[in-house]
T-cell receptor, first 113, second 114 residues
């Protein structure tokens, strides 16, 4: 089955530690996205990538980093510089042209203790 | 700037009631419009979409019509079920050269009681 996988579903880290969230897709999509979801705030775009080895900052990129070495994978690192990292993180992908549907993964809930 | 305004929730309805969730957008041009649904603890799923003015998107008994004159894309369902309990997000693609970003509303939580 084609789709997007995110792992793990729940993640706990101590304050000050970097943590990397995994996102893999087998939909052959060129574009991939990371969103952060907080209660009552909808989804906010962290980073997106339209093609391998290229990515752009979204609205709230500070304290996060990404890489896009393979078409299928778009890992997100939450660094210790992110002041309030506890949130639900969603990865998505789409064909590259704008105006098309984004497909979402099941999400990772990160809790920083 | 580009934005989406959704009806604030939570919305609580009895089974078989009529549902409307209002959505209006501010954008340049004529963006594609979407409704996504999120069930508890899961990612988002596309519910329906419309790509041009007067288009009606429909799926699973839900409908929404792209109204250019009022910049609206209200979600409706004639008879809700308990299984429709979820959070609903209105969204559109941002305009501008090279822009491939969805702008989301804040979401409307729907609870349907038997």
């Amino acid at each position: 089955d084609g789709g997007i996988t995110q792992s793990p579903k729940y993640l706990f880290r101590k304050e000050g530690q970097n943590v990397t969230l995994s996102c893999e897709q087998n939909l052959n999509h060129d574009a991939m996205y990371w969103y952060r979801q907080d209660p009552g705030q909808g989804l906010r775009l962290i980073y997106y990538s339209q093609i391998v080895n290229d990515f752009q900052k979204g609205d709230i990129a500070e304290g996060y980093s990404v890489s896009r070495e393979k078409k299928e994978s778009f890992p997100l690192t939450v660094t210790s510089a992110q002041k309030n990292p506890t949130a639900f993180y969603l990865c998505a992908s789409s064909i590259a042209e704008g105006g098309n549907e984004q497909f979402f993964g099941p999400g990772t809930r990160l809790t920083v203790l | 700037g580009d934005s989406v305004t959704q009806m604030e929730g939570p919305v609580t309805l009895s089974e078989e009631a009529f549902l409307t969730i209002n959505c209006t957008y501010t954008a340049t041009g004529y963006p594609s419009l979407f409704w996504y649904v999120q069930y508890p603890g899961e990612g988002l799923q596309l519910l329906l979409k419309a790509t041009k003015a007067d288009d009606k998107g429909s799926n699973k008994g839900f409908e929404a019509t792209y109204r250019k004159e009022t910049t609206s894309f209200h979600l409706e369902k004639g008879s809700v079920q308990v299984s429709d309990s979820a959070v609903y997000f209105c969204a559109f693609w941002r305009s501008g050269a090279g822009s491939y970003q969805l702008t989301f509303g804040k979401g409307t939580k729907l609870s349907v009681i038997p």
